[in-house]
């Protein structure tokens, strides 16, 4: 993935709260054949030896057929995105030199993706996954509420995926190159929009600005 240094993002801790954040990752796998590709909810799992990703995909989905030995993959979870005016930006009222971008947030994880045709272990992930969303309901629903045999049952039409981690990277693009000026008519800007994509961007760039003080390069001419 292509990242310029301004806004690449290497610690570890920043990219798994995002990836729980974000949850849904669009699953890539190449062969010679094709791709093939699933958009699923992956549930991150660290320890101090490794790093792993954990999913499943419906059994009618051929992705896991091609993944009954560990294969070269990625997912890549795409979070909050936002076109950019450079009317909010305090460089267009001085010199009108500056043309729009696009803000985002992508988190890439790239390891060896294999099937998993457990039953104790897609039941364990199920749990973990329903227990992830619904732990913060005032009455979270659990896997058990619903019948045995009719979640036994539905077990049957899913597969198990999981990747062993091998990078994890991710890109913050939110004009850390720009002066501040440009950043905070940005977040005004974005803040005052209807989209809540673009509001969610604003509040990333203003935890930015206030955990790490955010340089502009030499020219604020890139795009």
Same mark, same amino acid.
């Given at each position: 993935?292509?990242?310029? &240094?301004?806004?690449?993002?290497?610690?570890?801790?920043?990219?798994?709260?995002?990836?729980?954040?974000?949850?849904?990752?669009?699953? =890539?796998?190449?062969?010679?054949?094709?791709?093939?590709?699933?958009?699923?909810?992956?549930?991150?799992? #660290? %320890?101090?030896?490794?790093?792993?990703?954990?999913?499943?995909?419906? #059994?009618?989905?051929?992705?896991?057929?091609? +993944? #009954?030995?560990?294969?070269? %993959?990625?997912?890549?979870?795409? $979070?909050?995105?936002?076109?950019?005016?450079?009317?909010?930006?305090?460089?267009?009222?001085?010199? $009108?030199?500056?043309?729009?971008?696009?803000?985002?947030?992508?988190?890439?994880?790239?390891?060896?993706?294999?099937? =998993?045709?457990?039953?104790?272990?897609?039941?364990?992930? +199920?749990?973990?996954?329903?227990?992830?969303?619904?732990?913060?309901?005032?009455?979270?629903?659990?896997?058990?509420?619903?019948?045995?045999?009719?979640?036994?049952?539905?077990?049957?039409?899913? @597969? $198990?995926?999981?990747?062993?981690?091998?990078?994890?990277?991710?890109?913050?693009?939110?004009?850390?190159?720009?002066?501040? $000026?440009?950043?905070?008519?940005?977040? @005004?800007?974005? +803040?005052?929009?209807?989209? +809540?994509?673009?509001?969610?961007?604003?509040?990333?760039?203003?935890?930015?600005?206030?955990?790490? =003080?955010?340089?502009?390069? &030499?020219?604020?001419?890139?795009?």
């Amino acid at each position: 993935m292509y990242i310029p &240094k301004q806004f690449q993002e290497n610690r570890i801790d920043r990219l798994a709260e995002a990836i729980r954040d974000i949850e849904l990752a669009t699953v =890539v796998t190449c062969l010679e054949q094709g791709y093939y590709t699933s958009h699923i909810p992956m549930i991150l799992k #660290r %320890s101090s030896e490794r790093t792993s990703l954990e999913g499943h995909v419906a #059994r009618a989905n051929n992705h896991w057929t091609v +993944l #009954r030995q560990p294969t070269p %993959s990625i997912a890549v979870f795409m $979070g909050p995105q936002a076109y950019i005016s450079p009317s909010w930006y305090e460089t267009k009222r001085e010199h $009108g030199r500056v043309v729009p971008t696009w803000n985002y947030l992508v988190v890439q994880a790239e390891g060896e993706l294999t099937s =998993v045709e457990d039953t104790e272990w897609l039941m364990a992930h +199920l749990n973990d996954l329903t227990n992830l969303n619904e732990g913060e309901r005032q009455e979270p629903w659990h896997l058990t509420d619903a019948p045995h045999d009719f979640t036994e049952g539905l077990s049957h039409a899913i @597969v $198990g995926v999981r990747m062993e981690v091998r990078n994890l990277i991710g890109c913050w693009k939110m004009i850390q190159h720009r002066t501040e $000026g440009d950043r905070s008519g940005t977040i @005004v800007g974005l +803040l005052n929009s209807n989209d +809540l994509g673009s509001r969610e961007v604003a509040k990333i760039m203003q935890v930015s600005r206030a955990t790490q =003080v955010l340089e502009p390069t &030499k020219t604020t001419r890139r795009h």
